[in-house]
């Protein structure tokens, strides 16, 4: 299936580690550049595993990200 870049239209949050591998920068940055409302955050220091790694930084992306569009916000 493929998506148009007009088929997504919710918030949409992509997180990624700079030393990824498995899912390297340059293609999240490619999927966030095709999606209007994309908002993408690299951490410096991660790997794939940007939850675990970067742990309190996370959180406290997704919790912002989350609160931010929240509904009735």
């Given at each position: 299936?493929?998506?148009?870049?007009?088929?997504?239209?919710?918030?949409?949050?992509?997180?990624?580690?700079?030393?990824?591998?498995?899912?390297?920068?340059?293609?999240?940055?490619?999927?966030?550049?095709?999606?209007?409302?994309?908002?993408?955050?690299?951490?410096?220091?991660?790997?794939h595993?940007?939850?675990?790694?970067?742990?309190?930084?996370?959180?406290?992306v997704?919790?912002?990200?989350?609160?931010?569009?929240?509904?009735?916000?």
């Amino acid at each position: 299936m493929r998506l148009s870049r007009h088929s997504i239209s919710s918030a949409d949050h992509h997180r990624v580690g700079r030393h990824d591998s498995i899912s390297p920068p340059r293609a999240s940055r490619a999927i966030a550049r095709g999606i209007p409302s994309a908002q993408l955050i690299e951490f410096d220091e991660a790997g794939h595993l940007v939850f675990s790694e970067e742990r309190e930084t996370s959180l406290e992306v997704v919790t912002g990200f989350l609160t931010a569009h929240a509904s009735g916000a």
